[in-house]
């Protein structure tokens, strides 16, 4: 039987801080990513992702003790992504208290630390993120960096095939063009890449209307990830699941 | 005191958190006494069985192990540390002794996905004390690989085995309760309540 669909809230961090806009009525503190992450595990959430945006290296000290205070505090599966670099950068989120490591740019800069942070760690702790859109490569849909500004010439189908070759666990398929738009997740890119994978994907960008999280279920995705939507008390995590738990999806 | 045997595999951190959520005293140490006479002893794991192996063995913990089982105290195995218990585990064809104290070999889940990752639900052994309370919970899992089988040794000091199972591609064994000895395929310290509530039994065996 398959494990129950996990909603995954984002949450982008930079000097301890949670940045985007945070709309909650029932914080004590709204940029408190530790504080939030609480509401969300109460909410029902099924993992959590931090995203440190911070643009300094100097900065990233202070994303180790969000995840270590975090991680004391909540017990479900906690994500750290952004600006992981090497193995060691990966140990030192782990030892924080992170679960698993998602990797982005410099996976695509040097594939092999894929299959290094595999070596050291196993491929439950490493997901590929993927900053996809639509361009013109093979599968017509091209790899970016830079948060989807800066196109790389890569497909993007292509790249998530040869990452999962290297060792990666899970896939966070991050669609460039509906990010944002809370107009529907692309499910043309989840049904694309579905059967070119044997590992677990998550799908992220464009979550707005309930019908969204189900859609992208159906196209292929076995869990689905959202930030703004959550952030701005448009749905809470509860009202999802109960959609999806109606509509005969299995929840926790 | 609860022991959480540090061997250099596994997120200690969010184990040592969970464990002392109900206000038990929680130690990460690999002191070989500490870990032989704590009231209870966790044995985490992730990533490969042999490089969990070649840490436990390091530590002596098939040692600890056998001394903490005469003396009828209880162990609890989590993840790999959970199939470490077992005689052998099999990873891309690599064979490599476990500890030993249950018969059967780890092996990789016939899925067309993997890993086994997320929330799943649990065939509960009859009168599970572990799992008093949460038997219908969804538990959370991160594992390619698992026991398929459970083979009773006759000769086995321990009495008779409860044992819970997992389906994903086909059944694999979730938790094991054998008197002094317990272990979970999937992650307590990450299941939320429900894996609070399972920790709080397994804490009230130690007793």
Redesign the interface.
């Known amino acids: 039987?398959?494990?129950?669909i996990?909603i995954i809230p984002c949450l982008d961090v930079t000097e301890g801080r949670v940045v985007k806009g945070i709309n909650f009525t029932n914080l004590k503190d709204a940029g408190d990513p530790v504080e939030m992450a609480r509401v969300y595990?109460l909410e029902g959430a099924?993992e959590l992702t931090f995203l440190d945006i911070s643009a300094s290296t100097g900065n990233r000290q202070t994303t180790y003790d969000v995840v270590?205070r975090t991680?004391?505090?909540v017990?479900?599966?906690l994500t750290v992504g952004g600006g992981v670099r090497t193995v060691a950068d990966v140990d030192k989120l782990?030892?924080?208290?992170?679960?698993k490591i998602s990797v982005n740019t410099a996976a695509i800069e040097r594939p092999e630390l894929l299959s290094e942070i595999n070596q050291?760690?196993?491929?439950?702790?490493l997901v590929l993120s993927v900053d996809a859109r639509r361009g013109a490569t093979a599968s017509s849909f091209e790899l970016t960096t830079h948060g989807g500004t800066r196109g790389t010439g890569i497909d993007a189908i292509e790249w998530v095939k040869q990452a999962c070759d290297l060792g990666v666990?899970?896939i966070l398929l991050n669609s460039m063009d509906a990010d944002g738009t809370r107009a529907g997740y692309d499910l043309e890119m989840i049904q694309l890449l579905r059967p070119h994978i044997?590992?677990?994907m998550i799908a992220s960008g464009g979550a707005g209307a309930l019908e969204d999280f189900s859609r992208a279920i159906d196209a292929g995705a076995?869990?689905l990830l959202a930030a703004s939507v959550f952030h701005f008390g448009v749905y809470r995590i509860s009202q999802i699941k109960e959609f999806l738990r109606s509509a005969g999806y299995l929840i926790? | 005191m609860i022991a959480i045997l540090d061997y250099g595999s596994g997120n200690i951190k969010s184990a040592q958190r969970a464990f002392s959520r109900h206000g038990a005293q929680v130690e990460v140490t690999n002191d070989f006494q500490k870990c032989i006479n704590a009231d209870g002893l966790v044995i985490p794991g992730v990533g490969a069985f042999a490089t969990c192996m070649e840490g436990l063995l390091n530590h002596r913990a098939d040692v600890i192990i056998d001394a903490r089982m005469s003396k009828n105290l209880q162990t609890l195995g989590i993840c790999v540390g959970a199939q470490t218990l077992f005689s052998f585990g099999d990873e891309h064809d690599v064979v490599t002794p476990g500890l030993g104290q249950w018969n059967g070999t780890v092996t990789k889940l016939p899925a067309p996905k993997l890993p086994h990752m997320g929330w799943n639900l649990i065939d509960v052994a009859p009168e599970s004390a572990l799992f008093a309370g949460v038997e219908k919970e969804r538990f959370y899992f991160v594992h390619s690989f698992a026991a398929q089988n459970w083979e009773e040794d006759p000769h086995s000091p321990l009495k008779q085995a409860k044992v819970s199972w997992g389906n994903y591609g086909g059944k694999f064994i979730a938790a094991v309760e054998n008197g002094p000895l317990s272990a979970t395929q999937f992650h307590p310290e990450k299941s939320g309540d429900a894996g609070a509530k399972l920790i709080e039994n397994w804490i009230a065996k130690c007793a």
């Open positions: 039987m398959n494990p129950s996990r595990d099924d270590g991680a004391e505090q017990f479900i599966p782990l030892r924080a208290g992170a679960d050291h760690f196993g491929a439950q702790v666990g899970e044997s590992t677990p076995d869990a926790r």
